[in-house]
């Protein structure tokens, strides 16, 4: 098509000339076509991390092992002290390395079996993907070899970390902490998670620019539960996102096609089985079976640097490790303990291009929990009640909350629930759906998931807290939401609890005689019902509902039939009132003042950081979660909550803004361990910067491999 002069082409000359002609044009397209392919098949021909100005890893592989490889080293300059210190407790070996404190820790994985389990795991790995995990802990080990003197004295004992480490910690976090943990055994009816979490996924019908949203926004306590927020490219796979440190792929992440989030669900995965003693065994179906046993050595490193060694047995039923409480001897039963490709199954989520190879890799059921919310570039948004849900003969959600008699195989579960059997809805009606560690039946309005086609074991009927309905309100009260007015919600301190039952209480108080009374009464009633950093009355509010019971202090209970706008106005006004005036007299006693400024009493503190804090606990119906400690100094810092955010908007090219409050990394002297706090502080998040010229453009550093 470009020789129109035969001619001239039938001499060598003429071809030279028209070759010479031509020659820059063949040399842009060639040019055009390898940057077009670099940028489609993500394959750099060298492995490389280039690091922006917030201590975000960037990774580029050449293949997979470089960029796991690449991942571990990178994880490994933010968090080496965390890291290696979560992969000594995961082996079982904390107390041996670091003291007396972490007995009860290496007792409750060793119990549970987490070592032994590490090593089946490692082997049940396809070979591909136990290159992977090599690499990973490859990437750790050559961090550590360059830059011990970065690196913790004390931690060191850590080293070197093996493979099988990394799935010793993956089971500790997401099996026997997430599923199960020593907290939630000590309180066996309570069955509670460590960590709570928003997701929100918005339709284009209901999105202003006609594409679909993500909201991702988990709650963890902001200690060794850190999110780690990275990108990784390597053949096959551009995908930006988070996970916890420690942990070799991405948790919660998107692509130029699709995206996701967890939240921890209303999952009951494991289950505390009384066992019957008998003749050194116990009673199973009419018969004594005996426990196997199993002994380790567990060290114990002594103050003067010595080791006491002694001897820690396991015993452990048909119904799985035994652990000792009070007045009866429980068995525990977990599910995911033969679920080795967690992994691999988040790894090939973030590689997923579509809707319907996103639920291939989602029907594996290889993570034991978790909500799923997705959102993609089609316009497709789904809710599933993610997990491996034991298949029960008997009993509702309640029952199984509670002690379980051991005894009898009409108890023991054997298997679970397959995909289809789990609550789920794509495309809904309504165009949004929304978690908030409620129930899946009251992910959207109207209710598009009903809880009489399931067992009633598999969720709870209820109740939906202050924090869902407030999440729920505000999708379902908004019919074309922008990108920034999602991000503007998402930092909603708005009080849902005051909405129901401030006007009642001020009313009852303002008719009280005594001065303190109604002045507590005349804060409440110029007050925003925020908790924002200058919100007056908040704090006197939030004093009042630490006083009061919940169970008891609503007119009107929470009706599933009526699940956003319930529960409902005060049971006994006076009492109410009464417990408003003890609160105000603690406000007043402690700063002085009723109408303290809320970020007057709460902060966010980080090194040579003190700041006002917003945001609240959930249970005022704040969707800005934010959990605080006390100082010892009559005032509150921030401890967990609000930890990774991101907000995705699905068009050409994708929109995302994203932040990790306490900052990208942990060691001592890094620049990023809190230098996002101001942004928190502020109630904004940062721009994500992924195309290569975005990164460069906020290059702090860059590291070949």
């Known amino acids: 098509m470009f020789f129109t002069d035969k001619t001239k082409l039938d001499s060598p000359l003429g071809w030279q000339k028209q070759f010479r002609r031509l020659l820059p044009f063949l040399l842009s397209i060639i040019f055009t076509l390898a940057v077009s392919s670099q940028s489609i098949s993500s394959a750099p021909k060298s492995t490389e991390i280039l690091w922006d100005t917030y201590g975000i890893p960037h990774i580029y592989g050449s293949n997979a092992q470089g960029a796991f490889k690449a991942f571990g080293w990178a994880q490994t300059q933010s968090h080496a002290n965390l890291l290696l210190r979560l992969y000594g407790q995961a082996r079982g070996k904390a107390a041996e390395y670091w003291g007396e404190e972490y007995i009860d820790s290496d007792k409750w994985v060793l119990t549970m079996g987490v070592p032994k389990r590490a090593i089946a795991w490692y082997e049940a790995q396809n070979p591909a993907f136990r290159s992977y995990i090599d690499a990973f802990a490859d990437g750790i080990n050559a961090y550590a070899k360059e830059h011990r003197n970065l690196i913790d004295d004390e931690v060191e004992v850590v080293l070197p970390v093996k493979p099988e480490d990394v799935l010793s910690h993956l089971q500790r976090l997401l099996l026997f902490t997430f599923v199960v943990n020593q907290g939630s055994v000590a309180q066996v009816s309570q069955h509670q998670s460590p960590a709570a979490s928003n997701g929100w996924a918005i339709a284009p019908k209901r999105s202003a620019s006609g594409k679909a949203m993500l909201l991702a926004n988990p709650h963890l306590p902001w200690g060794d539960l850190l999110w780690y927020e990275a990108q990784i490219t390597a053949p096959g796979i551009d995908a930006y996102g988070s996970t916890l440190v420690g942990i070799p792929v991405l948790a919660i992440a998107f692509n130029d096609n699709l995206g996701w989030t967890h939240t921890v669900n209303t999952h009951d995965g494991w289950d505390a089985y009384e066992l019957k003693l008998q003749n050194n065994g116990y009673l199973f179906d009419g018969k004594v079976r005996p426990f196997e046993t199993a002994s380790f050595p567990l060290k114990v490193k002594q103050k003067n640097g010595s080791l006491r060694e002694q001897i820690f047995t ?26 080795s490709g967690v992994l691999a199954q988040w790894w090939d989520m973030a590689r997923a291009k579509n809707l319907n190879q996103f639920q291939k890799v989602l029907q594996r059921l290889q993570l034991s929990m978790f909500t799923v919310m997705y959102a993609d570039r089609e316009g497709h948004i789904m809710h599933l009640f993610n997990g491996q849900v034991p298949v029960r003969q008997q009993g509702d959600f309640i029952y199984w909350q509670g002690i379980i008699p051991g005894d009898t195989s009409k108890t023991l579960w054997t298997k679970n629930h397959p995909y289809q059997d789990l609550p789920k809805v794509i495309d809904p009606a309504s165009g949004w759906l929304q978690n908030a560690n409620d129930p899946p039946w009251t992910t959207t309005s109207p209710l598009a998931i009903k809880a009489n086609d399931y067992p009633p074991y598999m969720a709870p009927r209820g109740p939906m807290y202050f924090r869902a309905q407030s999440s729920a309100r505000m999708l379902a009260e908004d019919e074309s939401i922008s990108f920034d007015e999602m991000v503007a919600y998402k930092h909603s301190t708005r009080m849902e609890l005051a909405e129901r039952i401030l006007d009642e209480l001020i009313g009852a108080a303002q008719q009280q005689q005594d001065e303190l009374t109604r002045r507590a009464a005349h804060v409440l009633a110029a007050w925003d019902r925020k908790a924002d950093a200058d919100s007056r009355g908040a704090v006197l509010f939030s004093f009042w509902v630490d006083a009061i019971d919940f169970d008891t202090v609503f007119k009107t209970p929470w009706n599933e039939k009526s699940p956003f706008k319930t529960p409902d106005g005060l049971a006994d006004p006076q009492s109410a009132v009464k417990a408003l ?125």
Not at 324 to 338: C, E, F, P, Y
Not at 640 to 658: H, R, T
């Open 314 to 339: 396991v015993k452990s039923s048909v119904h799985g490790p035994v652990v000792s409480k009070k007045d009866s001897t429980l068995a525990l039963r977990v599910v995911g303990q033969d679920s």
């Open 581 to 705: 005036a003890d609160a105000a007299a603690k406000v007043e006693k402690a700063y002085k003042k009723l109408d303290i400024a809320w970020g007057d009493v709460f902060r966010l503190r980080s090194g040579n950081l003190d700041l006002p804090a917003n945001g609240g606990d959930g249970d005022r119906g704040i969707f800005r979660v934010v959990n605080y400690a006390p100082t010892g100094d009559g005032r509150f810092q921030a401890a967990g909550g609000d930890s990774y955010v991101a907000a995705v908007e699905f068009s050409q090219p994708v929109k995302a803004l994203a932040l990790i409050g306490y900052g990208n990394s942990s060691q001592p002297n890094s620049p990023h361990v809190s230098d996002q706090l101001p942004l928190f502080a502020r109630q904004q998040l940062r721009p994500v910067w992924r195309t290569r010229k975005e990164i460069t453009a906020h290059l702090e550093e860059r590291k070949a491999f």
